[in-house]
């Protein structure tokens, strides 16, 4: 396998890790709990999701 020849400047290396940024999770509140819940999930507390309980209450821990 071949190597480089010569050294990658640190603005080259830099460019390339210009997109290596973590961003925050998204998070919403749940309309029913007002709990941080990430978007378009059910929510872990309550169970809602789109104003209808479609986990079962005893389910959640």
């Known amino acids: 396998m071949a190597n480089p020849v010569k050294r990658h400047s640190k603005s080259r290396k830099n460019k390339r890790r210009s997109h290596d ?3 925050p ?5 749940c309309p029913q709990c007002d709990e941080p819940k990430v978007p378009h999930r059910a929510c872990p507390q309550c169970g809602f999701y789109k104003g209808r309980e479609v986990i079962a209450a005893e389910k959640i821990s």
């Open 21 to 23: 940024a973590l961003t």
């Open 25 to 29: 999770p998204a998070v919403s509140i």
